[in-house]
Nanobody, 122 residues
Framework: QLQLVESGGGLVQPGGSLTLSCAASGRTFSSATMGWFRQAPGKEREFVAA????????YYADSVKGRFTISRDNAKNTVYLQMNSLKPEDTAVYYC???????????????WGQGTQVTVSS
């Protein structure tokens, strides 16, 4: 069992940066693939980024590649999403998720946080 709690969301201007954190409780964090997803109003939840259990492999959606960086600290049971050059279209609720396979497929993730709002607006 894993419990995930996201933090770090907020309001940021276009071109700005924000770092999201996801704190996990549970002994299986260090062996879990971790992912970030987002959901904008009226849209389906979509994949953003994922990182393998060791941190050695990452996977990004094309829409965020080169702007977002996912990382993890297994000693702190935390995964991060560094977001740079933010655009208004990045506005969404961002969710942290845990799974077993490095994949953009939402069905591969079994545990979810409650989400944190990111709003990019001037």
């Amino acid at each position: 069992q894993l419990q995930l709690v996201e933090s770090g969301g907020g309001l940021v201007q276009p071109g700005g940066s924000l770092t999201l954190s996801c704190a996990a409780s549970g002994r299986t964090f260090s062996s879990a693939t971790m992912g970030w997803f987002r959901q904008a109003p009226g849209k389906e939840r979509e994949f953003v980024a994922a990182i393998s259990w060791s941190g050695g492999s990452t996977y990004y959606a094309d829409s965020v590649k080169g702007r977002f960086t996912i990382s993890r600290d297994n000693a702190k049971n935390t995964v991060y999403l560094q977001m740079n050059s933010l655009k208004p279209e990045d506005t969404a609720v961002y969710y942290c998720a845990a799974g077993t396979i490095l994949s953009p497929n939402i069905r591969r993730y079994n545990y979810w946080g409650q989400g944190t709002q990111v709003t990019v607006s001037s």
